[in-house]
């Protein structure tokens, strides 16, 4: 069992920087996959960014490639969103993810088994 918590959403202006953080706790952190999924209202929730175990492989949505880099420290059993060159369409509930590594399906929502409760990401344009 894996329990995730976000943290360092708000709200900021268009072309701002954030750093969201999941920490995570339970056993084995470091033989899971994270993801970063991100909701806006009325739509559905979409894939943002994941990692693999080692942190040596990583995965980026097509809005987000190029401004988000995500990364994970297994002694510290957190992972990060690092968020650059903020848009107003990035305005979102963010979640973090994970599920055992098993070296595919990187990018697939239904292929997660546990989530954090979000935390809300608000740019203003």
């Known amino acids: 069992q894996v329990q995730l918590v976000e943290s360092g959403g708000g709200l900021v202006q268009a072309g701002d920087s954030l750093t969201l953080s999941c920490a995570a706790s339970?056993?084995?952190?470091?033989?899971?996959?994270m993801g970063w999924f991100r909701q806006a209202p009325g739509k559905e929730r979409e894939f943002v960014a994941a990692?693999?175990?080692?942190?040596?492989?990583?995965y980026y949505g097509d809005s987000v490639r190029g401004r988000f880099t995500i990364s994970r420290d297994n002694a510290k059993n957190t992972v990060y969103l690092q968020m650059n060159s903020l848009k107003p369409e990035d305005t979102a509930v963010y979640y973090c993810?994970?599920?055992?590594?098993?070296?595919?399906?990187?990018?697939?929502?239904?292929?997660?088994?546990?989530w954090g409760q979000g935390t809300q990401v608000t740019v203003s344009s």
């Open positions: 993810a994970a599920r055992y590594d098993g070296g595919s399906y990187y990018r697939t929502r239904t292929r997660y088994d546990y």
């Open positions: 990692i693999n175990w080692s942190g040596s492989s990583t």
């Open positions: 339970g056993r084995a952190f470091s033989s899971y996959a």
